[in-house]
């Protein structure tokens, strides 16, 4: 197992560009609204009517708080930390199977006066928060807890809350990295399981704080106990059905094998979708049927909810400035710096 | 709250579109001006009541080029003492009163992103 962590290890590194702290799935807006973008890697597995998702956030330098909001398909039962080798070996299989011609061609909603806290976990150097509310209470508690939200936030905040009004906000300490020990790469996976009538991976915020023409790069595993119906289908759009088969029992033994990841069924279906659209194409989210039935337009994000839901700040802490947005492939990372660069008086 | 600010907003904005107005309502939401262009009287003292419903900072700099060239590159992180420069918490409102020569000024947000995100507007003042 040892032998291909550190080979895949080499694979995400290679994704990773940025001087500063940041999500491994991430696209970064620096103080001065520059976006340096950085390829995305998620899991969603779906068992049992059970969704986990996980990422990782790397770190690679620098100091300050960066920050992430995540919309969520549902109420979280667990975060927690996650495996140590699952999205590496996750790379791994599709790489190898990439080079054998292996390659084949729901929701509440929300709005309320003030976000209620659900969860607060802390994992390692990063404290997470998960939030119950419509998209401006959303938006005023991360405001108010020093995020810089980008100039189309509220938009898709509100974008997603009628569709979930779960949000996971998460704050990422350089600083408290450094103290732990943490070098440059290392990072930190989080394993968040939620229970949902169907898996459903938020894409279009790929596209927050960023120009209709930045290029936008994700990598998102599915892995169903079997072959999922995908809306949109992967083909247009900028995005790219990479991979679709049986996954083989030495992956599902691998990922088994990984903390937290005993739910991994003997048998399932893996699948890689490929994200390179412009920041204007992708305009949609991927809904996904693990059952065989025909996947939500509104989880898709092709129509509007007809009956959007609501429930309901938070005042606290010094400022600190929004400087990003990342993704986690099921949602975006807002990235908050200790500066708030603006306009300079006359 | 918001519909009271838009409901608010509205009616300023009416207010705005009166022949000479010297009361102009500006509602931003979603990171854009409402109205975006507005014309007014020179020479008049005219006040504006801008009000922000949306949940994240935003700021309301009005100007000629040379003044949003500063701007664009400016490090200040918050403005709010002086008449053509008014920072906006979210969900705030926010008056300022000006006197406009006649020509054409932009009035601007220059939070990273937010010009280039449609936060540009146009005021004539006309003589």
């Known amino acids: 197992m040892r032998r291909f962590i550190a080979g895949a290890a080499a694979l995400v590194a290679a994704f990773v560009v940025s001087t500063q702290p940041a999500a491994a799935c991430a696209g970064l807006i620096g103080p001065n609204g520059a976006v340096n973008l950085l390829r995305t890697t998620t899991f969603a597995g779906y068992h049992d009517g059970i969704e986990h998702y996980v990422t990782s956030f790397k770190f690679q330098g620098g100091s300050g708080q960066f920050g992430s909001l995540v919309p969520l398909p549902g109420v979280p039962t667990l975060v927690e930390k996650g495996g140590d080798w699952t999205l590496q ?31 607060q976990v802390k994992i390692d150097a990063l404290d997470i928060t998960v939030l119950k509310g419509g998209g401006e209470a959303v938006g005023r508690w ?14 898709i905040l509100d974008f997603y809350a ?14 408290a990295a450094k103290a732990k020990g943490q070098n440059i790469g290392d990072g930190t996976p989080v394993h968040i399981t939620m229970p949902t009538a169907n898996p459903w991976v938020p894409l279009r915020i790929l596209g927050t704080g960023k120009n209709a023409s930045d290029r936008i790069e994700a990598d998102v595993y599915l892995l169903t106990d079997r072959k999922p119906v995908l809306l949109p289908a992967p083909f247009a759009n900028g995005m790219q059905l990479e991979h679709s088969a049986t996954a083989s029992a ?4 691998d990922l088994r094998s990984d903390k937290g990841m005993g739910w991994v069924p003997e048998m399932a279906w893996l699948t890689k979708i490929g994200i390179n659209a412009s920041a204007g194409q992708l305009t949609y989210d991927l809904a996904v049927s693990a059952n065989g039935t025909v996947p939500s337009r ?14 309901a700040s938070n005042p606290q802490g010094q400022p600190i400035a929004l400087v990003g947005i990342a993704v986690l492939g099921l949602g975006a990372l807002l990235l908050i710096g200790k500066f708030a660069p603006r306009s300079t008086r006359p | 709250m918001a519909l009271a600010l838009a409901a608010f907003a509205a009616s300023a904005c009416a207010t705005a579109q009166a022949a000479t107005p010297t ?7 979603y990171s854009r001006f409402d109205p975006n262009r507005i014309e007014v009287p020179a020479g008049v003292p005219i006040t504006f009541t801008i009000v922000n419903d949306d949940p994240i900072d935003h700021e ?52 990273p992103g937010h010009e280039a995100y449609g936060m540009v507007g146009v005021l004539v003042a006309k003589g």
């Open chain 1, 142 to 155: 991360a405001t108010e807890h020093g995020f810089r939200l980008p100039a189309d936030a509220p938009e």
């Open chain 1, 298 to 311: 509104v989880a898709a994000g092709l129509e509007a909810p007809a009956n959007p839901t609501t429930p």
């Open chain 2, 23 to 29: 009361q102009v309502g500006i509602r931003i939401h």
């Open chain 1, 250 to 253: 030495s992956l599902l033994d």
């Open chain 1, 162 to 175: 009628a569709r979930s009004p779960i949000f996971l906000a998460a704050v990422f300490d350089a600083d």
């Open chain 1, 89 to 119: 070996r996750l790379i791994r299989e599709t790489e190898i199977a990439k080079r054998g011609s292996f390659l084949t061609a729901a929701p509440l909603a929300a709005r309320a006066d003030s976000a209620e806290v659900l969860m």
């Open chain 2, 60 to 111: 309301w700099l009005i100007g000629d080029s040379a003044f949003h060239n500063r701007h664009r590159t400016g490090t200040e992180p918050v403005h709010g003492d002086r008449p053509d420069e008014v920072s906006l918490p979210p969900m705030s409102i926010k008056q300022t009163t000006l006197t406009f020569a006649p020509g054409t000024y932009t009035f601007i947000c220059h939070f």
